[in-house]
């Protein structure tokens, strides 16, 4: 079956950094265009950066030059380094085989002093 399981989410400090993992099982990763998406409570939930089976990326204007979405089709995975947080990023985070209904469960990130 497939599964997508998102890691290194946490509370961090305004101005700090962290990297989110997404590993996938049950699908041929390497066949797939992958994003990171999130919801932050009371607001819809948003595309956050897009990365293509050929490496290609686009990010939302609000996290281009601080956010990097990359890939690792040897280990089947899809990370988001984050830096330079803010407040305003605070949100459920969840990775996604594009253009299916593959979804991780999502992990929170809160950036808070």
């Known amino acids: 079956q497939v599964q997508l399981v998102e890691s290194g989410g946490g509370l961090v400090q305004p101005g700090g950094s962290l990297r989110l993992s997404c590993a996938a099982s049950?699908?041929?990763?390497?066949?797939?265009?992958m994003a990171w998406y999130r919801q932050a409570p009371g607001k819809l939930q948003e595309v956050v950066a897009t990365?293509?089976?050929?490496?290609?990326?686009d990010y939302q204007d609000s996290v281009k030059g601080r956010f990097t979405i990359s890939r690792d089709n040897a280990k089947n995975t899809m990370y988001l380094q984050m830096s330079s947080l803010k407040p305003e990023d605070t949100a459920i985070y969840y990775c996604?085989?594009?253009?299916?209904?593959?979804w991780g469960q999502g992990i929170q990130v809160t950036v808070s002093s």
């Open positions: 049950g699908i041929i990763f390497s066949s797939y265009a």
């Open positions: 990365i293509t089976t050929n490496g290609f990326t």
């Open positions: 996604r085989a594009q253009y299916t209904s593959y």
